[in-house]
């Protein structure tokens, strides 16, 4: 029996920690670059390799899916706001 708890409570662990460092935030663009968004409310993101910023303009309401990593926002995901 106990040599089936560990690798069961390591996988329960490792989706716990996946879940609990996604999250997302929404507000309009002030500033965007190749690697840098900025929303109006000065919170700064460094895109992950592969976001892309087509379309996507200052003043553009956006929700933005990001982690946190060694301090950093990490964006992995730009999209329009519905």
Request: glycine residues 8%; without cysteine.
């Amino acid at each position: 029996m106990n040599k089936l708890v560990a690798p069961f409570a390591a996988l329960a662990f490792a989706f716990s920690m996946a879940a609990a460092h996604a999250d997302e935030a929404a507000g309009k663009i002030s500033a965007a670059d190749a690697g840098t968004l900025v929303l109006e409310d000065g919170t700064t993101f460094t895109l992950a390799e592969g976001v892309s910023m087509e379309g996507l303009e200052p003043g553009t309401e956006v929700t933005v899916s990001f982690e946190e990593q060694d301090g950093q926002l990490i964006a992995t995901e730009v999209a329009p706001s519905n």
